[in-house]
Structure formats: C-alpha cells, structure tokens
C-alpha cells in the first residue's frame, strides 16, 4: 500500500510541475500577444520570477523524492524552449 501511495504522489507532483510550466508559458505568450515587449523590465521580471519559482518547486519535489532531478531538468528545459520559440515568433512578426 505504501508504495502505491508513493507512486500516486509522485504523478500528482509531476503533474502539478507540468501544470504550472504550462500556465508560466501561457503567461508570457498574453504578455507578448497585449501587453508588453519582450525587451520590457515587466516582461523579464515576470518570466525571471515565474521560472524562479518553478524551480524553486521542481527542488522541492526532488528533495521529496516525488520526482528525479532529470526529470525536473527536462521541465524546465522544454519550457525554456517554448518560450525561446515564443520570443522568436514575437520577433519575427513584429520586425
């Protein structure tokens, strides 16, 4: 029973981990779709803190043992990624 407990609680990290990569992401494509330039003080300061605390929680969750430290690696690289693809579209149709 414990271990099933154990794997439980390490789907559910990994999935609020996942969630919360996902929302940083969709914030920073409203913040470049209607508010702000990526070049912005706010922009940097919100993705600088938003990515921060994300990390902040993917340490977290290793310490706990829910999940391993490649696998938050791996949330936080696809995530830089996407908002790298993000940027760059931005870039792109607003030259």
Request: proline share 2%.
């Amino acid at each position: 029973m414990e271990t099933k407990s154990h794997a439980s609680f390490q789907e559910k990290a990994l999935e609020l981990l996942l969630q919360d990569a996902d929302k940083i992401a969709r914030l920073i494509k409203v913040q470049m779709d209607y508010l702000t330039m990526p070049q912005c003080p706010l922009y940097e300061e919100v993705l600088d803190t938003q990515m921060f605390g994300l990390s902040r929680e993917i340490d977290f969750a290793v310490k706990l043992g829910l999940i391993e430290r490649e696998q938050g690696k791996e949330i936080l690289d696809t995530l830089e990624r996407e908002l790298s693809l993000l940027h760059e579209a931005y870039t792109n149709t607003n030259k």
